[in-house]
């Protein structure tokens, strides 16, 4: 007999090929590897040990690539590039010139869809199947998507949409693992957890139907009784009345479950609802024991588990918000935090120890998150909303509409802004200054280190309207942070090094770059510490003394923080160079920050040597 071995699938065609006891030893040798193969990267972990057997079933039993498999979140995918002809490639995962973390069109015809941000995947599987439907392919469409993702309204407009869509074969897994990447939250999913993962109603299904099986038309009656059966103890009446069939629960881990009951739900076609519990971690104890911990970490070893540190790292901009948000509490009772589901991510974790009654965590629900802010901020309380700054863009509207047309006092805490690494394009922090600049009412700050940020805090949380602070991922300077609640002047910045001729006005975190490169170059370096409003005093004062300006960021360039400077020269008929230095105009792939800030010329020596190239005229004058 020939030896199955995880060396020999080059393509989900090989998995068909095997039979049941196969796809088990696949199993076993696949969870292995992904362990072994993300102890060495990074990267998330408790989610994809928790897909095995899933990504298994559905290759065997579908016609990947021709079938369509849409991955949510896309974090539960590793076993799936594995198993598509990625498995060489998995030692570059999340790294310059390496493979992507999450499903990416142009890296493999098997990724139908893009996806890293949440609740996406049962819209663009209902996009796939009328496509396929108006072509006059035979099709299959499938959406695997967690149960945190489940509760995302955008998960219900697809929905809602399907049961209205007429010859599309979709499929929508649930993968119920009672996690997202924080543990649940809702109403919702606290329904799912009671009922659906509930085993009464699974073991009288199967014991039912194994009973009835030989007396078809006792058993024709039964599934009629079914129907209002399962809707008094489960919640399989609130799919079926949006149109689909739904079955489940079964478990996620059980190959001789999973494999026929996708196998006959292909054959049925049409509307499917599949529900599956997993379990996050499965199969490595440490993660299934604390599947938070081991859900995105970095190198360790999977013998011994992830070890703390021994020495204390820099503070992190996270730290430092955590922090602040637990002092300015303390001393202001009105002050709410709101988390939609990042509350290890966005540091509120002691936070919620401290003040459970005053910790919101809405779930995966960023437009609910701001315009919940909203409403509490119209009823005198001083919300504070702590977002990555690429999920705030899903909250975009209700910013603009819900929070800034209204002048009401919310206070946006952007964490991940700028480069993020490892994670690439998709959460890339890129466009928080060009989209928030624009927005009337909209405070924009820009921290320059760890103890700007705290200041930065408090100072756009005791401003009377809506204010937001950017900061990026991971530790800064190492600047020492002063303790207190102290403010600064809004739209204020503040000269750190006195020069001549040309002035780097600096929007942020590459502030210690560009002052050791204005060393190099006798310059000054000013930390604007405001995007909106602008120091239009300091600025005009500036040009009375500089003949050029460099504006640097770490965001877009086109409509930046350097196009708001170059907008208030021009109102002002100011007729002085601008060399604007931050993110080009593409999209950034992953990679370590620190080497893609240098490789776009956004490091010290970077900085120095555009600056050079492009007012040579006046380094002589500096030399």
């Given at each position: 007999m020939?030896?199955?071995?995880?060396?020999?699938?080059?393509?989900p065609?090989?998995?068909?090929?095997l039979?049941?006891?196969?796809?088990h030893?696949?199993?076993?040798?696949?969870?292995?590897?992904?362990?072994?193969?993300v102890?060495?990267?990074?990267?998330h972990l408790?989610?994809?040990?928790?897909?095995v057997?899933?990504?298994?079933?559905?290759?065997h039993?579908?016609?990947?690539?021709?079938?369509?498999?849409?991955?949510?979140?896309?974090?539960?995918?590793?076993?799936?590039?594995?198993?598509?002809?990625?498995?060489?490639?998995?030692?570059?995962?999340?790294?310059?010139?390496?493979?992507?973390?999450?499903?990416?069109r142009?890296?493999?015809?098997?990724?139908?869809?893009?996806?890293?941000?949440?609740?996406?995947?049962?819209?663009?599987?209902?996009?796939?199947?009328v496509?396929?439907?108006n072509?006059?392919?035979?099709?299959?469409?499938?959406?695997?998507?967690?149960?945190?993702?489940m509760?995302?309204?955008?998960?219900?407009?697809?929905?809602?949409?399907?049961?209205?869509?007429?010859?599309?074969?979709?499929?929508?897994?649930?993968?119920?693992n009672?996690?997202?990447?924080?543990?649940p939250?809702?109403?919702l999913?606290?329904y799912?957890?009671?009922?659906?993962?509930?085993?009464?109603?699974?073991?009288?299904?199967?014991?039912?139907?194994?009973?009835?099986?030989?007396?078809?038309p006792?058993?024709?009656?039964?599934?009629?009784?079914?129907?209002?059966?399962?809707?008094?103890v489960?919640?399989?009446?609130?799919?079926?009345?949006?149109?689909?069939?739904?079955?489940?629960?079964?478990?996620?881990?059980?190959?001789?479950?999973?494999?026929?009951?996708l196998?006959?739900?292909?054959?049925?076609g049409?509307?499917?609802?599949?529900?599956?519990?997993?379990?996050?971690?499965?199969?490595?104890?440490?993660?299934?024991?604390?599947?938070v911990?081991?859900h995105?970490?970095?190198?360790?070893?999977?013998?011994?588990?992830?070890?703390?540190?021994?020495?204390?790292?820099?503070?992190?901009?996270t730290?430092?918000?955590?922090?602040?948000?637990?002092?300015?509490?303390?001393?202001?009772?009105?002050?709410?935090?709101?988390?939609?589901?990042?509350?290890?991510?966005?540091?509120?974790?002691?936070?919620?120890?401290?003040?459970?009654?005053?910790?919101?965590?809405?779930?995966?629900?960023?437009?609910?998150?701001v315009?919940?802010?909203?409403g509490?901020?119209?009823?005198?309380?001083k919300?504070?909303?702590?977002?990555?700054?690429?999920?705030?863009?899903?909250?975009?509207d209700?910013?603009?509409?819900d929070?800034a047309?209204?002048?009401?006092?919310?206070?946006?805490a952007?964490?991940?802004?700028?480069?993020?690494?490892?994670?690439?394009?998709?959460?890339?922090?890129?466009?928080?200054?060009?989209?928030?600049?624009?927005v009337?009412?909209?405070?924009?700050?820009?921290?320059?280190?760890?103890?700007?940020t705290?200041?930065?805090?408090?100072?756009?949380?005791?401003?009377?309207?809506?204010?937001?602070?950017?900061?990026?991922?991971?530790?800064?300077?190492?600047?020492?942070?002063?303790?207190?609640l102290?403010?600064v002047?809004?739209?204020?910045?503040?000269?750190r090094?006195?020069?001549?001729?040309?002035?780097?006005?600096?929007?942020g975190?590459?502030?210690?770059?560009?002052?050791?490169?204005?060393?190099?170059?006798?310059?000054?370096v000013?930390?604007?510490?405001?995007?909106?409003?602008?120091?239009?005093?300091?600025?005009?004062?500036?040009?009375?003394?500089?003949?050029?300006?460099?504006?640097?960021?770490?965001?877009?360039?086109?409509?930046?923080?350097?196009s708001?400077?170059?907008?208030?020269?021009?109102?002002?008929?100011?007729?002085?160079p601008?060399?604007?230095?931050?993110?080009?105009?593409?999209?950034i792939?992953?990679g370590?920050?620190?080497?893609?800030?240098?490789?776009?010329?956004?490091?010290?020596?970077?900085?120095?040597?555009s600056?050079?190239?492009?007012?040579p005229?006046?380094?002589?004058?500096?030399?």
């Amino acid at each position: 007999m020939a030896i199955v071995s995880l060396e020999n699938i080059h393509s989900p065609a090989d998995l068909r090929s095997l039979d049941r006891s196969g796809l088990h030893e696949i199993a076993a040798q696949l969870r292995e590897f992904v362990l072994q193969s993300v102890s060495k990267t990074g990267g998330h972990l408790s989610s994809n040990l928790g897909t095995v057997e899933l990504t298994i079933a559905l290759h065997h039993v579908f016609n990947t690539p021709y079938d369509r498999i849409v991955w949510d979140v896309g974090h539960q995918s590793y076993p799936h590039k594995i198993l598509t002809g990625r498995r060489e490639q998995m030692a570059t995962l999340r790294q310059k010139g390496g493979i992507s973390g999450f499903p990416k069109r142009s890296e493999s015809e098997f990724d139908a869809f893009g996806t890293a941000h949440s609740s996406t995947s049962i819209s663009a599987v209902l996009g796939m199947a009328v496509a396929s439907r108006n072509a006059g392919l035979d099709r299959q469409h499938i959406a695997v998507i967690g149960d945190g993702a489940m509760t995302a309204g955008m998960a219900f407009e697809a929905l809602n949409n399907a049961g209205v869509t007429s010859g599309v074969n979709v499929l929508v897994i649930l993968n119920d693992n009672d996690m997202s990447i924080s543990p649940p939250v809702g109403a919702l999913n606290h329904y799912f957890a009671r009922l659906l993962s509930g085993r009464f109603y699974a073991t009288a299904k199967n014991v039912g139907r194994a009973v009835l099986q030989h007396v078809p038309p006792v058993l024709e009656f039964a599934r009629r009784i079914e129907g209002h059966a399962k809707g008094i103890v489960s919640p399989a009446t609130l799919f079926e009345e949006l149109g689909f069939n739904y079955v489940g629960p079964i478990d996620g881990h059980d190959l001789d479950a999973l494999v026929p009951t996708l196998e006959n739900l292909k054959q049925l076609g049409g509307l499917q609802f599949l529900h599956v519990v997993t379990k996050k971690g499965q199969g490595y104890k440490l993660a299934e024991a604390d599947p938070v911990l081991y859900h995105g970490p970095g190198k360790f070893d999977p013998s011994v588990g992830i070890q703390k540190p021994k020495e204390p790292p820099k503070q992190t901009f996270t730290k430092v918000f955590g922090n602040w948000l637990c002092d300015m509490a303390e001393s202001d009772p009105r002050l709410l935090g709101i988390t939609p589901a990042m509350r290890e991510g966005s540091g509120m974790v002691e936070f919620e120890r401290r003040f459970p009654a005053r910790y919101f965590d809405v779930g995966i629900a960023e437009q609910h998150a701001v315009t919940f802010a909203a409403g509490l901020a119209c009823e005198g309380q001083k919300p504070v909303v702590a977002i990555y700054s690429t999920f705030l863009q899903r909250g975009y509207d209700q910013l603009i509409h819900d929070v800034a047309l209204q002048n009401l006092d919310v206070t946006f805490a952007l964490d991940r802004a700028g480069i993020v690494g490892a994670d690439g394009a998709t959460h890339a922090g890129n466009y928080d200054i060009a989209y928030l600049r624009c927005v009337p009412n909209m405070v924009v700050a820009t921290p320059s280190d760890e103890n700007e940020t705290r200041l930065l805090l408090s100072t756009c949380y005791q401003h009377p309207g809506p204010a937001s602070v950017r900061y990026p991922r991971g530790a800064g300077c190492g600047a020492t942070v002063n303790a207190g609640l102290d403010v600064v002047p809004v739209g204020k910045g503040v000269v750190r090094r006195e020069g001549q001729h040309i002035a780097l006005l600096v929007f942020g975190t590459l502030a210690s770059a560009a002052v050791q490169a204005a060393e190099n170059l006798g310059a000054t370096v000013v930390d604007m510490r405001f995007v909106k409003p602008l120091d239009e005093t300091l600025l005009q004062d500036l040009a009375g003394t500089h003949q050029a300006f460099v504006t640097i960021e770490d965001a877009a360039i086109m409509g930046g923080a350097g196009s708001a400077v170059l907008e208030f020269f021009s109102q002002k008929g100011i007729a002085c160079p601008v060399l604007q230095l931050g993110l080009p105009d593409i999209f950034i792939d992953h990679g370590d920050q620190a080497a893609i800030l240098a490789e776009l010329g956004l490091n010290a020596a970077g900085i120095e040597a555009s600056i050079r190239e492009r007012f040579p005229n006046l380094l002589p004058l500096v030399a």
